[in-house]
């Protein structure tokens, strides 16, 4: 089903976002709004910040593991998957003494990657999470990677373990970006 509604854009340069679209996307008063552009096709996406950005580890709550910060949100309650998480790794390791290890290795033909994820401050449980998470999160980084991540041994019973995990995959998967699991 595809919704197509229209808009004037307004001298001030705003535009009323037409009922239909505020209730398929669940857009209410004072949410933020996310655009992204693909140069490529000159298409404009707009996403409901609110909606599908839920931390996956602390689940918007902001802290995890009686009362410790969430480091993967850095304490926002959301996250980006556009964004590369490298750039959080100083970050993690500064404010919440978390260390991250990523590997990638070739194994009879299969790409390997691993997350390793040391937080002397967290629990196991946490800590095992978090590292399913980052995975996830930098396979979406790279177009190459993506197409391998259905080598991860053990990937459907993570889907039971962590909170909002299928939501992840299902993101990636309707973006093009997955293969049958």
């Known amino acids: 089903m595809k919704i197509e509604e229209k808009s004037t854009v307004t001298s001030k340069g705003q535009v009323t976002i037409p009922k239909k679209i505020r209730t ?8 933020k709004l996310k655009f992204s552009i693909d140069p490529t096709t000159r298409r404009v996406y707009l996403t409901n910040d609110n ?16 009362n410790q910060p969430c480091f993967i949100c850095c304490e926002e309650g959301r ?15 500064e404010k919440y003494l978390v260390s991250i ?3 990638q290795t070739n194994a ?6 691993n997350v390793e994820v040391i ?28 197409k391998y991540i259905t080598n991860i041994e053990g990937i459907n019973e993570l889907k039971e373990k962590i909170p909002n ?15 049958e699991l």
């Open 24 to 31: 398929f996307l669940k857009i209410n008063e004072r949410d």
């Open 51 to 66: 909606q599908v950005n839920i931390c996956p580890l602390c689940e918007g709550e902001k802290l995890v593991d009686l």
């Open 79 to 93: 996250i980006d998957l556009e964004v590369n998480p490298y750039s959080f790794f100083r970050v993690w390791f």
């Open 101 to 103: 290890t990523y590997i």
């Open 108 to 113: 009879k033909g299969n790409l390997q990657p």
């Open 119 to 146: 937080a002397p401050n967290y629990f196991e449980e946490t800590i095992r999470k978090s590292e399913v998470i980052l995975l996830i999160w930098l396979l979406n980084q790279s177009p190459f990677e993506k």
């Open 165 to 179: 995990f299928k939501q992840l995959l299902e993101k990636m998967n309707i973006e093009g970006e997955l293969n």
